[in-house]
């Protein structure tokens, strides 16, 4: 069933105080208390998954994250395990007790992912692929919908409108850095945009600091920083060794390195949101 504009305003559009908590298994998102997730930028082998799952559980995190399906610059850089990266990442989660979470490229593997993963994440990538999206509003699962690199908050919101007018209404927001001038860092945090889409819509909106900054060191004062401007959440690359990762090594924490930011988490007290009284036009 496809929903429709509620008196003229977007299905995403903040109408009240009240704030959508998505359940991704049992875990709560976008309610009174803050999410982590955590895990490997990819999937590489049973071990790593499930000592990096083990580990971050143990430290808090209670969703893991992993990509099995990998959307890389080059082509000849690694590109996930596919099925079988997917098989891990779903044991891994199992025998640590936490939902996953796994990023979907193409609508051809829609199905099968949606039959292994709790939480579907639409990539920076893919955000404005609309066949995708249509695709994934019919599924039953929530999705993680991260803002396009290049793409503006009424572009992303426009995005989020495509799952919510078609039918699916558990819908995570996700920003992850978008490209500006400055090359020294590998995106461009933009947290005043949290802050902002907060205000606009009644949607859960979480922070990447991982992709937003490419640098580990940077990951836990962003994380931080994140949660003060009002995220309802946190995804956080993390590898047992991340020199030697597969993918984004630069920007993962070790297992001791994410032990030392949970320690360091502060969670704010959760501020009462404005309500946008620029509602956007989609
Ligand atoms: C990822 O989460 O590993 C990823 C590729 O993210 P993004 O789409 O934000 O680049
Ligand atoms: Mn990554």
């Known amino acids: 069933m496809n ?4 008196n003229g305003l977007p299905l995403g559009a903040r109408k009240s105080e009240k704030c959508t908590v998505v359940w991704v298994g049992d875990v709560p998102i976008g309610g009174s208390s803050v999410v982590v997730m955590a895990g490997p930028c990819s999937v590489e082998s049973r071990e790593q998954v499930i000592e990096t799952a083990l580990s971050v559980r ?3 995190a209670s969703i893991l ?3 099995a399906y990998k959307p ?3 082509p000849y850089d690694f590109q996930g395990l596919g099925v079988e990266g997917l098989k891990l990442l779903r044991e891994a989660g199992d025998a640590a007790g936490m939902p996953i979470v796994t990023e979907v490229m193409s609508e051809e593997d829609a199905g099968i992912i949606a039959d292994y993963a709790d939480l579907l994440q639409v990539g920076a990538r893919n955000m404005q692929n609309f066949a995708l999206l249509k695709k994934l509003a019919k599924t039953k699962r929530p999705i993680l919908l991260k803002r396009g690199a290049s793409a503006t908050v009424k572009e992303w919101l426009a995005a989020a409108e495509y799952l919510l007018h078609g039918g699916n209404e558990n819908v995570i927001l996700c920003e992850r850095g978008i490209k500006g001038f400055d090359s020294s860092l590998r995106n461009t945090l933009d947290l005043a945009a949290v802050a902002l889409v907060k205000e606009m819509t009644h949607l859960p909106v979480i922070v990447d600091p991982s992709h937003a900054t490419g640098k580990r060191s940077l990951i836990a004062p962003t994380a931080r920083a994140a949660l003060a401007v009002g995220a309802d959440g946190v995804i956080i690359e993390v590898h ?9 090594g630069a920007q993962s924490l070790t297992l001791g390195g994410f032990a030392e930011l949970m320690g ?19």
């Open 58 to 60: 143990a430290d808090g």
């Open 72 to 74: 890389r610059t080059s």
């Open 65 to 67: 994250r992993g990509g």
């Open 264 to 282: 360091s988490l502060l969670v704010p007290t959760r501020p009462v949101l404005a309500i946008a009284n620029a509602a956007f036009a989609v």
């Open 3 to 6: 929903g429709s504009k509620v």
């Open 240 to 248: 047992p060794d991340p020199d030697n990762a597969w993918s984004d």
